[in-house]
Protein backbone atom coordinates (compact mmCIF):
# COMPACT_ATOMS: atom_id res chain seq x y z
CA UNK A 1 0.00 0.00 0.00
CA UNK A 2 3.14 1.88 -0.39
CA UNK A 3 1.16 3.94 -3.44
CA UNK A 4 -1.87 4.73 -0.96
CA UNK A 5 0.44 6.44 1.04
CA UNK A 6 2.62 8.58 -1.33
CA UNK A 7 -0.50 10.15 -3.02
CA UNK A 8 -1.38 11.09 1.12
CA UNK A 9 2.39 12.66 1.63
CA UNK A 10 3.39 13.56 -2.18
CA UNK A 11 6.46 11.08 -1.80
CA UNK A 12 7.58 8.98 -4.09
CA UNK A 13 8.06 5.75 -3.77
CA UNK A 14 9.96 3.42 -5.54
CA UNK A 15 9.01 -0.47 -5.39
CA UNK A 16 10.99 -2.11 -3.26
CA UNK A 17 13.17 0.96 -3.04
CA UNK A 18 12.49 0.98 0.72
CA UNK A 19 12.21 -2.28 1.55
CA UNK A 20 8.96 -2.01 3.59
CA UNK A 21 9.06 -5.51 4.44
CA UNK A 22 11.80 -5.44 6.64
CA UNK A 23 10.33 -2.96 8.87
CA UNK A 24 7.52 -4.28 11.49
CA UNK A 25 4.83 -1.30 11.25
CA UNK A 26 1.79 -1.24 9.82
CA UNK A 27 2.23 -0.93 6.07
CA UNK A 28 -0.37 2.65 6.64
CA UNK A 29 2.48 4.00 8.52
CA UNK A 30 4.79 6.57 7.05
CA UNK A 31 8.48 6.68 7.75
CA UNK A 32 9.06 9.81 9.26
CA UNK A 33 6.28 9.04 12.05
CA UNK A 34 7.27 7.19 15.02
CA UNK A 35 3.81 6.26 15.67
CA UNK A 36 0.04 6.38 14.62
CA UNK A 37 -0.81 9.11 16.75
CA UNK A 38 2.01 11.00 15.53
CA UNK A 39 0.98 10.63 12.14
CA UNK A 40 -2.84 11.33 12.74
CA UNK A 41 -2.17 14.58 14.93
CA UNK A 42 0.28 16.05 11.98
CA UNK A 43 -2.33 15.38 9.33
CA UNK A 44 -5.00 16.76 11.30
CA UNK A 45 -2.66 20.21 12.57
CA UNK A 46 -1.98 19.59 8.33
CA UNK A 47 -6.06 20.30 7.67
CA UNK A 48 -6.67 22.52 10.32
CA UNK A 49 -3.62 25.11 9.31
CA UNK A 50 -5.24 24.66 5.54
CA UNK A 51 -9.46 25.10 6.87
CA UNK A 52 -7.31 28.42 8.49
CA UNK A 53 -6.08 29.47 4.92
CA UNK A 54 -9.49 28.31 3.68
CA UNK A 55 -11.20 30.59 6.17
CA UNK A 56 -9.17 34.03 5.24
CA UNK A 57 -9.62 33.40 1.71
CA UNK A 58 -12.81 33.68 2.26
CA UNK A 59 -12.72 36.71 4.14
CA UNK A 60 -11.66 38.43 1.30
CA UNK A 61 -15.33 37.55 -0.42
CA UNK A 62 -16.62 38.94 2.55
CA UNK A 63 -14.97 42.09 2.93
CA UNK A 64 -15.99 43.18 -0.62
CA UNK A 65 -19.62 42.19 0.77
CA UNK A 66 -19.17 44.22 3.99
CA UNK A 67 -17.92 47.44 1.95
CA UNK A 68 -20.29 47.11 -0.77
CA UNK A 69 -23.47 46.16 1.76
CA UNK A 70 -22.36 49.33 3.87
CA UNK A 71 -22.19 51.69 0.83
CA UNK A 72 -25.24 50.80 -0.31
CA UNK A 73 -27.43 48.75 1.96
CA UNK A 74 -31.01 49.84 0.00
CA UNK A 75 -29.39 48.14 -2.93
CA UNK A 76 -28.91 44.74 -1.30
CA UNK A 77 -32.31 44.66 0.10
CA UNK A 78 -33.72 45.20 -3.60
CA UNK A 79 -31.22 42.29 -4.94
CA UNK A 80 -31.42 39.95 -2.77
CA UNK A 81 -35.55 39.93 -3.41
CA UNK A 82 -33.97 38.28 -6.95
CA UNK A 83 -33.01 35.17 -4.91
CA UNK A 84 -35.17 32.47 -3.76
CA UNK A 85 -35.03 32.05 -0.22
CA UNK A 86 -36.61 28.47 -0.26
CA UNK A 87 -33.73 27.26 -2.48
CA UNK A 88 -31.44 28.32 -0.48
CA UNK A 89 -32.56 27.09 2.93
CA UNK A 90 -32.78 24.26 1.35
CA UNK A 91 -29.46 23.78 -0.21
CA UNK A 92 -28.37 24.83 3.87
CA UNK A 93 -30.24 21.36 4.87
CA UNK A 94 -28.86 19.75 1.92
CA UNK A 95 -25.56 20.98 2.58
CA UNK A 96 -25.91 19.92 6.76
CA UNK A 97 -27.60 16.16 6.23
CA UNK A 98 -23.61 16.12 4.12
CA UNK A 99 -22.20 16.81 7.66
CA UNK A 100 -23.99 15.16 9.40
CA UNK A 101 -23.60 11.82 7.25
CA UNK A 102 -19.87 13.12 7.25
CA UNK A 103 -19.59 13.05 10.99
CA UNK A 104 -21.66 10.01 11.12
CA UNK A 105 -18.79 8.20 9.34
CA UNK A 106 -15.94 8.94 10.84
CA UNK A 107 -17.45 7.41 14.34
CA UNK A 108 -18.11 4.17 11.75
CA UNK A 109 -14.51 4.34 10.91
CA UNK A 110 -13.55 4.43 14.50
CA UNK A 111 -16.04 1.63 15.01
CA UNK A 112 -14.59 -0.43 12.35
CA UNK A 113 -18.39 -0.33 10.47
CA UNK A 114 -16.76 -0.42 6.86
CA UNK A 115 -20.31 -0.56 5.11
CA UNK A 116 -21.53 2.26 6.84
CA UNK A 117 -18.84 3.99 6.36
CA UNK A 118 -19.22 3.73 2.36
CA UNK A 119 -22.80 4.31 2.09
CA UNK A 120 -22.43 7.48 4.00
CA UNK A 121 -19.44 8.73 1.88
CA UNK A 122 -22.09 7.87 -1.21
CA UNK A 123 -25.21 9.41 0.53
CA UNK A 124 -22.31 13.01 1.09
CA UNK A 125 -21.75 12.52 -2.87
CA UNK A 126 -25.28 12.36 -3.75
CA UNK A 127 -26.19 15.36 -1.51
CA UNK A 128 -23.29 17.44 -3.33
CA UNK A 129 -24.85 16.33 -6.34
CA UNK A 130 -27.93 17.63 -5.34
CA UNK A 131 -26.78 20.79 -3.97
CA UNK A 132 -25.11 21.39 -7.39
CA UNK A 133 -28.69 20.71 -8.70
CA UNK A 134 -30.59 23.25 -7.64
CA UNK A 135 -27.59 25.53 -7.92
CA UNK A 136 -27.48 24.57 -11.87
CA UNK A 137 -31.65 26.20 -11.56
CA UNK A 138 -30.83 29.04 -9.60
CA UNK A 139 -28.09 30.07 -11.95
CA UNK A 140 -30.21 29.76 -15.10
CA UNK A 141 -32.80 31.31 -13.76
CA UNK A 142 -30.65 34.54 -13.05
CA UNK A 143 -28.91 34.68 -16.39
CA UNK A 144 -32.71 34.15 -18.25
CA UNK A 145 -33.82 37.33 -15.98
CA UNK A 146 -30.27 38.65 -17.55
CA UNK A 147 -28.90 39.24 -13.32
CA UNK A 148 -25.70 38.98 -14.42
CA UNK A 149 -22.49 40.24 -12.79
CA UNK A 150 -21.58 44.28 -13.07
CA UNK A 151 -21.27 45.22 -16.87
CA UNK A 152 -23.50 42.79 -18.00
CA UNK A 153 -26.14 43.43 -15.80
CA UNK A 154 -29.79 43.63 -17.67
CA UNK A 155 -32.77 42.39 -16.11
CA UNK A 156 -35.51 41.50 -17.73
CA UNK A 157 -38.52 39.50 -17.86
CA UNK A 158 -38.29 35.82 -17.50
CA UNK A 159 -40.27 34.75 -21.13
CA UNK A 160 -42.10 31.26 -20.49
CA UNK A 161 -40.84 28.30 -22.49
CA UNK A 162 -37.35 30.44 -23.49
CA UNK A 163 -33.47 30.61 -22.05
CA UNK A 164 -31.63 28.33 -20.39
CA UNK A 165 -34.17 27.17 -17.70
CA UNK A 166 -36.67 25.76 -20.59
CA UNK A 167 -33.47 23.28 -20.69
CA UNK A 168 -34.02 22.54 -17.36
CA UNK A 169 -35.95 19.14 -18.33
CA UNK A 170 -33.17 17.97 -20.60
CA UNK A 171 -30.70 18.46 -18.16
CA UNK A 172 -32.54 16.64 -15.69
CA UNK A 173 -32.95 13.46 -18.19
CA UNK A 174 -29.44 14.09 -19.48
CA UNK A 175 -28.06 13.42 -15.75
CA UNK A 176 -30.27 10.63 -14.88
CA UNK A 177 -28.77 8.77 -18.45
CA UNK A 178 -25.76 9.72 -17.23
CA UNK A 179 -25.58 8.98 -13.76
CA UNK A 180 -27.02 5.38 -15.03
CA UNK A 181 -24.94 4.66 -17.49
CA UNK A 182 -22.40 5.67 -14.67
CA UNK A 183 -23.66 2.99 -12.07
CA UNK A 184 -24.48 0.79 -14.58
CA UNK A 185 -20.90 0.48 -16.28
CA UNK A 186 -19.21 0.92 -12.40
CA UNK A 187 -21.47 -2.50 -11.15
CA UNK A 188 -20.63 -3.78 -14.41
CA UNK A 189 -16.63 -3.34 -13.87
CA UNK A 190 -16.95 -4.29 -10.25
CA UNK A 191 -19.08 -7.66 -10.73
CA UNK A 192 -17.31 -9.32 -14.09
CA UNK A 193 -14.31 -6.51 -14.30
CA UNK A 194 -15.44 -6.30 -17.53
CA UNK A 195 -13.93 -3.62 -19.78
CA UNK A 196 -17.39 -2.86 -21.71
CA UNK A 197 -18.29 -1.85 -18.12
CA UNK A 198 -15.13 1.31 -18.95
CA UNK A 199 -16.75 1.66 -22.13
CA UNK A 200 -20.62 2.21 -20.67
CA UNK A 201 -19.31 4.42 -18.37
CA UNK A 202 -17.39 6.60 -20.64
CA UNK A 203 -20.28 6.80 -22.85
CA UNK A 204 -21.76 8.03 -19.91
CA UNK A 205 -18.96 10.63 -19.88
CA UNK A 206 -19.53 11.96 -22.79
CA UNK A 207 -23.08 12.38 -22.58
CA UNK A 208 -22.24 14.59 -19.48
CA UNK A 209 -19.50 16.26 -21.45
CA UNK A 210 -22.28 17.21 -24.49
CA UNK A 211 -25.22 18.18 -22.13
CA UNK A 212 -22.70 20.27 -20.09
CA UNK A 213 -20.69 21.85 -23.43
CA UNK A 214 -23.61 22.90 -25.07
CA UNK A 215 -24.98 24.41 -21.58
CA UNK A 216 -21.92 26.27 -21.26
CA UNK A 217 -21.49 27.05 -24.41
CA UNK A 218 -25.52 28.62 -24.65
CA UNK A 219 -24.87 30.43 -21.33
CA UNK A 220 -21.49 32.20 -22.50
CA UNK A 221 -22.39 33.17 -25.85
CA UNK A 222 -26.32 34.32 -25.20
CA UNK A 223 -24.22 36.49 -22.27
CA UNK A 224 -22.12 37.65 -24.75
CA UNK A 225 -24.88 38.43 -27.33
CA UNK A 226 -26.97 40.25 -25.47
CA UNK A 227 -23.89 42.30 -24.85
CA UNK A 228 -23.57 42.87 -28.01
CA UNK A 229 -27.00 43.73 -28.84
CA UNK A 230 -26.87 46.05 -26.31
CA UNK A 231 -23.62 48.04 -27.50
CA UNK A 232 -25.54 47.98 -30.75
CA UNK A 233 -28.48 49.50 -29.50
CA UNK A 234 -25.89 51.95 -27.46
CA UNK A 235 -24.25 52.69 -30.67
CA UNK A 236 -27.83 53.71 -32.41
CA UNK A 237 -28.50 55.66 -29.18
CA UNK A 238 -25.09 57.38 -30.15
CA UNK A 239 -26.33 57.92 -34.00
CA UNK A 240 -29.21 59.23 -32.35
CA UNK A 241 -28.13 61.66 -30.41
CA UNK A 242 -25.37 62.73 -32.81
CA UNK A 243 -27.89 63.49 -35.16
CA UNK A 244 -30.28 65.04 -32.88
CA UNK A 245 -27.11 67.92 -32.42
CA UNK A 246 -27.04 68.38 -35.79
CA UNK A 247 -30.39 68.67 -36.21
CA UNK A 248 -30.28 71.63 -32.97
CA UNK A 249 -27.83 73.10 -34.68
CA UNK A 250 -30.11 73.38 -37.80
CA UNK A 251 -33.04 74.63 -35.92
CA UNK A 252 -30.94 77.20 -34.24
CA UNK A 253 -30.26 79.65 -37.10
CA UNK A 254 -33.85 78.90 -37.91
CA UNK A 255 -34.84 82.12 -35.64
CA UNK A 256 -33.74 85.06 -37.80
CA UNK A 257 -34.35 82.76 -40.80
CA UNK A 258 -37.08 81.30 -42.65
CA UNK A 259 -39.41 79.20 -40.16
CA UNK A 260 -40.41 76.92 -42.77
CA UNK A 261 -36.89 75.87 -44.01
CA UNK A 262 -36.01 75.45 -40.51
CA UNK A 263 -39.10 73.24 -39.88
CA UNK A 264 -37.83 71.01 -42.81
CA UNK A 265 -34.28 70.90 -41.97
CA UNK A 266 -35.28 69.68 -38.20
CA UNK A 267 -38.30 67.07 -39.81
CA UNK A 268 -34.98 65.84 -42.09
CA UNK A 269 -32.60 65.67 -39.39
CA UNK A 270 -34.65 64.07 -37.59
CA UNK A 271 -35.60 60.92 -40.03
CA UNK A 272 -31.82 60.55 -40.80
CA UNK A 273 -31.15 59.64 -37.10
CA UNK A 274 -33.94 57.62 -36.65
CA UNK A 275 -32.39 55.83 -39.93
CA UNK A 276 -29.09 55.77 -38.48
CA UNK A 277 -29.90 54.89 -34.99
CA UNK A 278 -32.04 51.60 -36.69
CA UNK A 279 -29.42 50.61 -39.03
CA UNK A 280 -26.80 50.64 -36.38
CA UNK A 281 -29.04 48.26 -34.29
CA UNK A 282 -30.08 46.22 -36.78
CA UNK A 283 -26.67 44.96 -38.58
CA UNK A 284 -25.46 45.02 -34.98
CA UNK A 285 -28.11 42.34 -34.15
CA UNK A 286 -27.59 40.03 -36.44
CA UNK A 287 -23.90 39.72 -36.45
CA UNK A 288 -24.63 39.49 -33.03
CA UNK A 289 -26.67 36.31 -34.02
CA UNK A 290 -24.91 34.68 -36.70
CA UNK A 291 -21.47 34.72 -35.05
CA UNK A 292 -23.69 33.56 -31.82
CA UNK A 293 -24.79 30.76 -33.91
CA UNK A 294 -21.66 29.39 -34.99
CA UNK A 295 -19.77 30.00 -31.58
CA UNK A 296 -22.75 27.86 -29.71
CA UNK A 297 -21.52 24.81 -31.78
CA UNK A 298 -17.88 25.68 -31.97
CA UNK A 299 -17.70 25.70 -27.88
CA UNK A 300 -19.94 23.03 -27.28
CA UNK A 301 -18.02 21.09 -29.63
CA UNK A 302 -14.59 22.00 -28.19
CA UNK A 303 -16.01 21.89 -24.40
CA UNK A 304 -17.75 18.16 -24.99
CA UNK A 305 -14.28 17.06 -26.56
CA UNK A 306 -12.16 18.60 -23.50
CA UNK A 307 -14.79 17.09 -20.75
CA UNK A 308 -14.41 13.98 -22.25
CA UNK A 309 -11.03 13.85 -22.05
CA UNK A 310 -10.96 14.98 -18.82
CA UNK A 311 -13.51 12.66 -17.72
CA UNK A 312 -11.79 9.67 -19.06
CA UNK A 313 -8.06 10.93 -17.77
CA UNK A 314 -9.70 10.69 -14.25
CA UNK A 315 -11.18 7.37 -14.48
CA UNK A 316 -7.59 6.31 -16.31
CA UNK A 317 -6.40 7.92 -13.09
CA UNK A 318 -8.82 5.70 -10.92
CA UNK A 319 -8.46 2.94 -12.34
CA UNK A 320 -4.52 3.31 -12.06
CA UNK A 321 -5.12 4.38 -8.19
CA UNK A 322 -6.78 1.33 -7.33
CA UNK A 323 -5.56 -1.38 -9.92
CA UNK A 324 -6.91 -4.60 -9.32
CA UNK A 325 -9.31 -3.32 -6.87
CA UNK A 326 -12.52 -3.79 -8.92
CA UNK A 327 -14.07 -3.06 -5.77
CA UNK A 328 -12.82 0.31 -5.44
CA UNK A 329 -13.34 1.18 -8.85
CA UNK A 330 -17.25 0.12 -8.60
CA UNK A 331 -17.87 2.16 -5.83
CA UNK A 332 -16.19 5.31 -6.75
CA UNK A 333 -17.99 4.89 -9.54
CA UNK A 334 -21.27 4.33 -7.60
CA UNK A 335 -20.59 7.59 -5.60
CA UNK A 336 -20.06 9.30 -8.65
CA UNK A 337 -23.05 7.99 -10.44
CA UNK A 338 -25.18 8.67 -7.64
CA UNK A 339 -23.77 12.19 -7.25
CA UNK A 340 -25.31 12.85 -10.76
CA UNK A 341 -28.47 11.23 -10.22
CA UNK A 342 -28.04 13.63 -6.86
CA UNK A 343 -28.19 16.60 -9.58
CA UNK A 344 -30.63 15.56 -11.58
CA UNK A 345 -33.18 15.38 -8.18
CA UNK A 346 -31.94 18.57 -7.15
CA UNK A 347 -32.73 19.98 -10.51
CA UNK A 348 -36.38 18.54 -10.42
CA UNK A 349 -36.89 19.72 -6.91
CA UNK A 350 -35.62 23.28 -7.27
CA UNK A 351 -37.16 24.01 -10.47
CA UNK A 352 -40.39 22.91 -9.27
CA UNK A 353 -39.64 25.17 -5.99
CA UNK A 354 -38.87 28.23 -8.77
CA UNK A 355 -41.98 27.38 -10.95
CA UNK A 356 -44.27 27.28 -7.69
CA UNK A 357 -43.03 30.33 -5.60
CA UNK A 358 -40.33 32.77 -7.56
CA UNK A 359 -42.06 32.43 -11.04
CA UNK A 360 -45.68 33.15 -10.37
CA UNK A 361 -45.88 34.81 -7.12
CA UNK A 362 -42.94 36.27 -4.87
CA UNK A 363 -40.18 37.26 -8.35
CA UNK A 364 -42.67 39.01 -10.26
CA UNK A 365 -43.59 41.31 -7.24
CA UNK A 366 -39.65 41.48 -7.20
CA UNK A 367 -39.22 42.27 -10.58
CA UNK A 368 -42.41 45.13 -10.48
CA UNK A 369 -40.10 46.66 -7.11
CA UNK A 370 -36.98 46.17 -9.34
CA UNK A 371 -38.08 47.55 -12.41
CA UNK A 372 -41.08 49.23 -12.97
CA UNK A 373 -42.01 50.72 -9.76
CA UNK A 374 -38.76 52.24 -8.33
CA UNK A 375 -37.76 53.44 -12.12
CA UNK A 376 -40.89 55.13 -12.99
CA UNK A 377 -40.95 57.05 -10.03
CA UNK A 378 -37.54 57.65 -9.61
CA UNK A 379 -34.99 57.52 -12.46
CA UNK A 380 -36.31 60.10 -14.72
CA UNK A 381 -37.07 63.06 -11.45
CA UNK A 382 -33.55 62.41 -9.93
CA UNK A 383 -31.73 62.44 -13.33
CA UNK A 384 -33.05 65.66 -14.22
CA UNK A 385 -33.80 67.39 -10.79
CA UNK A 386 -30.92 66.04 -9.00
CA UNK A 387 -32.70 64.89 -6.08
CA UNK A 388 -30.55 63.39 -3.16
CA UNK A 389 -29.16 59.84 -4.03
CA UNK A 390 -31.13 58.04 -1.65
CA UNK A 391 -33.30 57.80 -4.96
CA UNK A 392 -30.87 57.82 -7.41
CA UNK A 393 -29.64 54.08 -7.51
CA UNK A 394 -32.81 52.23 -8.89
CA UNK A 395 -31.88 54.84 -12.00
CA UNK A 396 -29.72 52.35 -13.74
CA UNK A 397 -32.54 49.44 -14.26
CA UNK A 398 -34.35 51.96 -16.53
CA UNK A 399 -30.89 52.76 -18.12
CA UNK A 400 -29.75 49.42 -18.86
CA UNK A 401 -33.18 47.75 -20.41
CA UNK A 402 -32.17 50.32 -22.93
CA UNK A 403 -33.51 48.05 -25.36
CA UNK A 404 -36.99 48.89 -24.80
CA UNK A 405 -37.88 45.58 -26.14
CA UNK A 406 -41.77 45.38 -27.00
CA UNK A 407 -41.92 41.83 -25.53
CA UNK A 408 -41.66 42.70 -21.96
CA UNK A 409 -45.04 43.58 -20.08
CA UNK A 410 -43.21 45.84 -17.33
CA UNK A 411 -41.70 47.98 -19.88
CA UNK A 412 -44.77 49.25 -20.90
CA UNK A 413 -44.96 51.58 -18.22
CA UNK A 414 -41.64 52.71 -17.87
CA UNK A 415 -41.06 56.46 -18.38
CA UNK A 416 -39.07 56.19 -22.21
CA UNK A 417 -42.64 54.96 -22.99
CA UNK A 418 -44.86 56.54 -21.07
CA UNK A 419 -46.30 60.27 -21.28
CA UNK A 420 -43.54 62.35 -20.87
CA UNK A 421 -43.10 63.51 -17.31
CA UNK A 422 -43.97 66.94 -17.17
CA UNK A 423 -41.57 69.13 -18.28
CA UNK A 424 -38.47 67.53 -18.73
CA UNK A 425 -39.43 64.05 -19.94
CA UNK A 426 -39.80 65.11 -23.37
CA UNK A 427 -35.98 65.43 -24.29
CA UNK A 428 -35.09 62.46 -26.03
CA UNK A 429 -31.40 63.51 -25.69
CA UNK A 430 -31.42 62.83 -21.92
CA UNK A 431 -33.58 59.75 -22.53
CA UNK A 432 -30.93 56.83 -22.02
CA UNK A 433 -27.84 58.49 -21.19
CA UNK A 434 -26.27 56.82 -18.55
CA UNK A 435 -27.33 59.07 -15.71
CA UNK A 436 -23.71 59.81 -13.53
CA UNK A 437 -25.17 57.78 -10.13
CA UNK A 438 -23.94 55.22 -7.84
CA UNK A 439 -26.67 53.09 -8.68
CA UNK A 440 -25.29 52.70 -12.13
CA UNK A 441 -23.15 49.90 -11.21
CA UNK A 442 -24.43 49.15 -8.06
CA UNK A 443 -27.15 46.47 -8.41
CA UNK A 444 -24.88 44.66 -11.00
CA UNK A 445 -22.65 44.86 -7.91
CA UNK A 446 -24.49 42.74 -6.24
CA UNK A 447 -24.44 40.45 -9.03
CA UNK A 448 -20.73 40.35 -8.96
CA UNK A 449 -20.61 39.20 -5.78
CA UNK A 450 -23.36 36.78 -5.52
CA UNK A 451 -21.89 35.07 -8.34
CA UNK A 452 -18.28 35.26 -6.87
CA UNK A 453 -19.46 33.69 -3.56
CA UNK A 454 -21.76 31.09 -4.43
CA UNK A 455 -19.39 30.59 -7.88
CA UNK A 456 -16.39 29.84 -5.47
CA UNK A 457 -18.39 28.21 -3.04
CA UNK A 458 -19.29 26.00 -5.68
CA UNK A 459 -16.17 25.21 -6.69
CA UNK A 460 -15.31 23.90 -2.47
CA UNK A 461 -17.82 21.32 -3.45
CA UNK A 462 -16.66 19.89 -6.70
CA UNK A 463 -13.24 19.49 -4.31
CA UNK A 464 -14.77 17.88 -1.95
CA UNK A 465 -16.69 15.60 -4.54
CA UNK A 466 -13.23 14.76 -6.08
CA UNK A 467 -11.88 13.77 -2.64
CA UNK A 468 -14.56 12.30 -1.07
CA UNK A 469 -14.66 9.72 -4.25
CA UNK A 470 -11.31 8.71 -3.75
CA UNK A 471 -11.37 8.02 0.06
CA UNK A 472 -14.78 5.83 -1.23
CA UNK A 473 -12.44 4.18 -3.20
CA UNK A 474 -10.14 3.51 -0.26
CA UNK A 475 -12.46 2.60 1.80
CA UNK A 476 -13.32 0.22 -0.78
CA UNK A 477 -9.87 -1.23 -0.95
CA UNK A 478 -10.04 -1.59 2.82
CA UNK A 479 -7.36 1.03 3.94
CA UNK A 480 -8.63 2.10 6.76
CA UNK A 481 -8.98 1.05 10.05
CA UNK A 482 -9.83 2.50 13.27
CA UNK A 483 -6.13 2.21 13.55
CA UNK A 484 -5.44 4.03 10.71
CA UNK A 485 -9.02 7.10 9.69
CA UNK A 486 -7.13 10.30 9.32
CA UNK A 487 -7.49 10.84 5.53
CA UNK A 488 -11.63 9.76 6.52
CA UNK A 489 -11.57 12.81 9.24
CA UNK A 490 -9.43 15.08 7.50
CA UNK A 491 -11.50 14.91 4.05
CA UNK A 492 -14.79 15.20 6.70
CA UNK A 493 -12.87 18.43 8.00
CA UNK A 494 -12.70 20.34 4.94
CA UNK A 495 -16.15 19.21 3.87
CA UNK A 496 -17.31 21.15 7.16
CA UNK A 497 -15.81 23.93 6.06
CA UNK A 498 -17.57 23.86 3.10
CA UNK A 499 -20.52 23.84 4.61
CA UNK A 500 -20.00 26.46 7.28
CA UNK A 501 -18.99 28.77 4.98
CA UNK A 502 -22.52 28.09 3.33
CA UNK A 503 -23.78 28.44 6.56
CA UNK A 504 -22.86 32.13 6.15
CA UNK A 505 -23.56 32.76 2.89
CA UNK A 506 -27.33 31.67 3.39
CA UNK A 507 -28.78 34.52 4.98
CA UNK A 508 -25.85 36.98 3.79
CA UNK A 509 -27.44 36.33 0.04
CA UNK A 510 -31.18 35.43 0.37
CA UNK A 511 -32.36 36.54 3.64
CA UNK A 512 -31.57 40.81 3.26
CA UNK A 513 -34.53 43.19 4.62
CA UNK B 1 -2.88 0.76 18.73
CA UNK B 2 -3.73 4.28 19.50
CA UNK B 3 -1.73 4.82 22.67
CA UNK B 4 -4.88 6.92 23.40
CA UNK B 5 -8.40 6.27 22.54
CA UNK B 6 -10.18 8.99 20.01
CA UNK B 7 -13.41 10.36 21.16
CA UNK B 8 -16.38 8.53 19.80
CA UNK B 9 -19.25 10.99 19.13
CA UNK B 10 -22.15 9.33 20.09
CA UNK B 11 -25.25 9.18 17.52
CA UNK B 12 -27.29 10.26 19.57
CA UNK B 13 -25.71 13.50 19.51
CA UNK B 14 -24.66 13.96 16.56
CA UNK B 15 -28.67 13.42 15.43
CA UNK B 16 -29.35 16.23 18.32
CA UNK B 17 -26.76 18.91 16.69
CA UNK B 18 -28.03 18.29 13.43
CA UNK B 19 -31.90 18.82 14.55
CA UNK B 20 -30.72 21.73 16.41
CA UNK B 21 -28.95 23.27 13.15
CA UNK B 22 -32.27 22.33 10.59
CA UNK B 23 -34.36 24.24 13.67
CA UNK B 24 -31.84 27.25 13.74
CA UNK B 25 -32.14 27.19 9.80
CA UNK B 26 -35.91 27.42 9.94
CA UNK B 27 -35.74 29.93 12.58
CA UNK B 28 -33.68 32.17 10.42
CA UNK B 29 -35.50 31.57 7.70
CA UNK B 30 -38.63 32.84 9.08
CA UNK B 31 -37.06 35.75 10.28
CA UNK B 32 -37.26 37.09 7.18
CA UNK B 33 -40.67 37.34 7.09
CA UNK B 34 -40.70 39.63 10.49
CA UNK B 35 -39.26 42.79 10.38
CA UNK B 36 -37.26 43.03 14.06
CA UNK B 37 -35.94 46.05 13.73
CA UNK B 38 -39.46 47.95 13.74
CA UNK B 39 -41.08 44.73 16.35
CA UNK B 40 -37.88 45.86 19.17
CA UNK B 41 -37.40 49.76 17.44
CA UNK B 42 -33.56 49.11 17.26
CA UNK B 43 -32.20 49.49 13.95
CA UNK B 44 -29.72 47.29 12.45
CA UNK B 45 -30.79 44.47 15.29
CA UNK B 46 -32.00 42.04 12.30
CA UNK B 47 -28.63 41.72 11.34
CA UNK B 48 -26.77 40.68 14.09
CA UNK B 49 -29.81 38.60 15.45
CA UNK B 50 -29.01 36.94 11.79
CA UNK B 51 -25.40 36.74 11.93
CA UNK B 52 -25.82 35.51 15.65
CA UNK B 53 -27.81 32.33 14.82
CA UNK B 54 -25.41 31.58 11.43
CA UNK B 55 -22.25 31.65 14.34
CA UNK B 56 -24.18 29.30 16.60
CA UNK B 57 -24.53 27.04 13.88
CA UNK B 58 -20.66 27.06 13.01
CA UNK B 59 -20.15 26.55 16.37
CA UNK B 60 -22.32 23.79 16.56
CA UNK B 61 -20.90 22.69 13.38
CA UNK B 62 -16.99 23.54 14.64
CA UNK B 63 -17.50 21.91 18.07
CA UNK B 64 -19.64 18.81 17.75
CA UNK B 65 -19.10 18.01 13.70
CA UNK B 66 -15.39 19.00 13.57
CA UNK B 67 -14.81 17.38 16.92
CA UNK B 68 -13.36 20.33 18.22
CA UNK B 69 -14.77 19.85 21.61
CA UNK B 70 -12.69 16.55 22.11
CA UNK B 71 -10.02 17.74 20.02
CA UNK B 72 -6.37 18.94 20.71
CA UNK B 73 -7.06 22.85 22.31
CA UNK B 74 -4.51 23.88 19.91
CA UNK B 75 -6.42 22.81 16.66
CA UNK B 76 -9.25 25.21 18.13
CA UNK B 77 -6.46 27.70 19.06
CA UNK B 78 -5.29 27.71 15.29
CA UNK B 79 -9.11 28.39 13.96
CA UNK B 80 -9.79 30.73 17.09
CA UNK B 81 -7.08 32.92 15.50
CA UNK B 82 -8.14 32.62 11.92
CA UNK B 83 -11.53 34.39 13.11
CA UNK B 84 -9.49 37.18 14.95
CA UNK B 85 -7.90 37.76 11.96
CA UNK B 86 -10.71 38.01 9.83
CA UNK B 87 -12.59 40.07 12.05
CA UNK B 88 -9.50 42.22 12.16
CA UNK B 89 -9.57 42.32 8.22
CA UNK B 90 -13.67 43.05 8.06
CA UNK B 91 -13.71 45.74 10.63
CA UNK B 92 -10.68 47.82 9.48
CA UNK B 93 -12.15 47.76 5.97
CA UNK B 94 -15.64 48.64 7.11
CA UNK B 95 -13.99 51.56 9.23
CA UNK B 96 -11.83 52.78 5.78
CA UNK B 97 -15.47 52.91 4.39
CA UNK B 98 -17.47 54.91 6.93
CA UNK B 99 -14.34 57.37 6.93
CA UNK B 100 -14.91 58.46 3.76
CA UNK B 101 -18.70 57.62 3.62
CA UNK B 102 -19.20 61.33 3.73
CA UNK B 103 -16.15 61.96 0.68
CA UNK B 104 -18.13 60.09 -1.55
CA UNK B 105 -21.37 61.20 -1.27
CA UNK B 106 -20.08 64.58 -1.62
CA UNK B 107 -18.36 62.93 -4.58
CA UNK B 108 -21.76 61.75 -5.76
CA UNK B 109 -23.91 64.93 -5.73
CA UNK B 110 -21.36 67.08 -7.24
CA UNK B 111 -21.13 64.35 -10.19
CA UNK B 112 -24.56 64.81 -10.41
CA UNK B 113 -25.22 68.53 -10.19
CA UNK B 114 -22.58 68.53 -12.96
CA UNK B 115 -24.15 65.83 -15.06
CA UNK B 116 -27.35 68.04 -14.56
CA UNK B 117 -25.34 71.23 -15.83
CA UNK B 118 -23.62 69.49 -19.38
CA UNK B 119 -27.75 68.30 -19.97
CA UNK B 120 -28.76 70.73 -22.69
CA UNK B 121 -31.99 72.60 -21.10
CA UNK B 122 -34.85 71.04 -23.15
Known sequence: ??????????????????????????????????????????????????????????????????????????????????????????????????????????????????????????????????????????????????????????????????????????????????????????????????????????????????????????????????????AADAAALDAQNAAEAAEEAAAAPADGADAADAVVAEQDAELAAEKASKAAAASGRAASAIWSAGMVSFMTGVVTVLFTAVGCAAMYWFTTCFRGDRHAWGAVGLGLGGCIVGMAVGIVVARGVQLSTAHHGDDHAAHGDGHAGDHSSASHDSHAVGTSHEEAPHSEVGHSEDGHSEDEPQEKDSPGNAAPVAGFGATAATDGKPPVVEGAVTQGNFFSIYFAMTGVHALHIFAGIAVIAWIIGRIARGDFSPDFYGPVEFVGLYWHLVDLVWIYLFPLLYLIH | MSAHAHHVTPLATLFATFGALVALTVLTSAMAYVNLDELIGISGVDIWVTLGIATVKAALVALIFMHLVHDKAFNGLILLFTLGFAALFISFALMDTGQYEDQIDQYIEDKQQQEIAETPAA
Open chain 1, 1 to 230: MATAEAIETGEQSTPGGHGHGDHDHPEWLAHHFDNADQQFDAGKLGIWLFLAQEVLFFTGLFVAYAVYRANHPEVFVGASKFLNPTLGALNTIVLLASSLAIAWAVRAAQRNEQKLMMWLHIFTLACAGLFMGVKVVEYSYKFDEGLYWAGSFAPTALVDGEGLNAQLPWVFVGSMLVGGLVMFGSWLMERFQSAAGVAIAAVGWTVMAYVFGSALAGTTVSGYHSSQVA
